[in-house]
């Protein structure tokens, strides 16, 4: 009910009830007690003519008037209005109408005023002169009908006040619910944007001045909040973004320094075994030379020899990876060509079901390069490609092309600058790799084949291959989707030289 009475139809009819109630007594009063007044003067004024008219009735009469006459008179006083008593008082004798009641004769007394008695007559006397002896004509009128008349004026004030106040009240129930409706929905919608659905419109349906003045401000409001939110949340999500750009430069730079530092090891290893390798090689050759070709001896020393050699070969692979080769030529060269031709040797190593679709730019700046470490990157990436595709389905695909690196892609790789760049791809739609393995794959020596498939070099030499032409390598790749390494190397003529 509180509840109600705080609301602002709640209120208004309230306030309304309230003033009607102090205001409605006074007004009925006032106004019953003037009609009141009016109607009892008037009917004063009436009886008063009216007895006036008999008086002068009775004056005109002549001296030797028969009693009947009179009698006749009175009648007529009685029938005509709402005659009550007449009577005539002659020389001491009364005579009344024969309408009257016998015992209604002695109950005459005057009246000054409306209702003065509790009989409801209202009693004059009037002298007449025309008899022959002094005479006082006495008439009563019935004052009830004017006690009904004012009791149905009363009730119809009653009506009419109470019409009155209905409409009011209706009149405040319609007028508060013009202002109350807009506010509400304006309260609904403000909840609504509130609670996140901040692009619902503060515009409510109403004409009412001050709330479309409301609702505008509160609409100019929204919208500025509304654009603070957004520029909040773009600031949120650039320094979300900015962050985990750090994070991922944080890691890359810390994968590149392990990867070194893995280099740095492998490296010294591969020096000592070469130390040691390379005497046993020229003894071998030399004891080969001292044996006749026949000899039993000399087909297992030969054996040996080849061995040997393979294990040149990984020490020279381990030497690449971890950038301790005796220095390569660098050449500032245009890769299609080298890339060609790689791809030719590719081609004659794979199975011919292989599918290799080659697509090379022969139009690529030129890019200071070591053309067969190049031709050796290409290699491995195809082998592994190769080996990821199960039963030779699907493809490989080798291109090279120029691309432009933005700022934006720059800030997200350790090893790039903004500028021009050859971009190598090679991609296969073979069984990729989860990320824990990506994490690995340039690691010396990590492999997910089997012993004796699979040294895990391939990747480590592609890597060393990579950051010795100041380059940058990314790959993409998801389980059972493939893979795709991405080789940048800059056209602007960096390279060995200025790492
Ligand atoms: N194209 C590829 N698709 C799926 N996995 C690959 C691909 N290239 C490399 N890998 C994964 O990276 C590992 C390391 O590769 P690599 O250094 O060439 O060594 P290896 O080929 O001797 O295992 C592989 O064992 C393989 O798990
Ligand atoms: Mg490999």
């Not at 929905?185 to 419109?201: C, K």
């Not at 944080?250 to 010294?268: D, F, M, P, V």
């Not at 679709?357 to 190769?386: F, G």
């Not at 090679?426 to 690995?440: H, L, S």
């Amino acid at each position: 009910m509180a509840r109600h009475l705080n609301t602002i139809p709640g209120r208004l009819v309230l306030m309304l009830l309230l003033i009607h109630a102090l205001l409605m007594p006074p007004l009925f009063y006032v106004i019953s007690s003037t009609v009141e007044r009016t109607m009892k003067d008037s009917f004063i004024d009436n009886v008063r003519n009216f007895a006036q008219v008999f008086v002068d009735r009775f004056d005109r009469l002549e001296a030797d008037v028969t009693e009947q006459r009179i009698i006749e008179l009175l009648d007529s006083a009685m029938l005509s209005g709402q005659g009550s008593y007449a009577a005539i008082e002659v020389g001491g004798r009364t005579v009344g109408s024969s309408l009257m009641n016998v015992q209604d004769a002695g109950l005459f007394r005057e009246d000054f005023a409306f209702g003065e008695h509790d009989d409801d007559v209202y009693y004059l006397s009037l002298p007449v002169s025309g008899l022959a002896e002094p005479a006082v004509l006495k008439l009563g009128y019935d004052e009830s009908p004017i006690h009904e008349d004012l009791v149905a004026v009363r009730l119809t004030l009653i009506y009419v006040l109470s019409a009155y106040l209905l409409l009011t009240l209706v009149v405040a129930g319609f007028m508060s619910a013009t202002i109350v409706s807009p506010l509400r929905w304006l309260q609904t919608v403000s909840r609504a944007i509130s609670s996140g659905d901040v692009d619902r419109e503060l515009k409510p349906d109403s004409r009412l001045e001050e709330i479309s003045a409301l609702a505008d401000d509160l609409e100019r409001m929204r919208r500025n909040l509304v654009g603070i939110n957004a520029r909040l949340k773009e600031e949120i999500a650039e320094r979300a973004q900015a962050e985990a750009d750090r994070r991922q430069l944080e890691e890359q730079a810390h994968h590149h320094e392990r990867l070194r530092s893995l280099g740095t090891l492998a490296g010294g290893v591969a020096h000592e075994f070469n130390n040691v390798l390379q005497p046993m090689v020229l003894y071998l050759e030399l004891a080969l030379e001292d044996l006749p070709a026949d000899s039993p001896i000399a087909e297992n020393l030969l054996r040996v020899q080849e061995l040997a050699r393979r294990a040149k070969g990984l020490s020279q692979q381990i030497l690449t990876f971890s950038r301790d080769d005796s220095d390569p030529r660098f050449v500032t060269e245009n890769l299609a060509p080298i890339a060609e031709e790689a791809v030719t040797m590719i081609r004659a190593l794979l199975p011919a079901t292989v599918d290799l679709r080659i697509d090379i730019n022969p139009d690529c700046s030129p890019v200071k390069c070591a053309p067969e470490q190049i031709q050796q990157l290409l290699v491995n990436l195809c082998n592994n490609a190769h080996q990821a595709l199960s039963d030779d389905a699907g493809y490989i695909s080798v291109s090279l092309g120029e691309v432009q690196v933005s700022d934006q892609l720059a800030s997200r790789h350790s090893q790039l600058d903004a500028g021009q760049y050859v971009l190598l791809e090679v991609q296969d739609t073979g069984m990729g790799m989860d990320p824990a393995t990506q994490e690995r794959i340039f690691e010396p020596f990590f492999t997910t084949h089997e012993v004796g498939k699979g040294t895990g070099l391939g990747l480590s030499v592609v890597h060393g291959i990579v950051e010795r032409h100041d380059g940058e390598i990314t790959v993409e790749s998801k389980p059972g989707k493939g893979t795709r390494f991405n080789i940048f190397l800059p056209c602007d003529g960096r390279g060995e030289q200025s790492r």
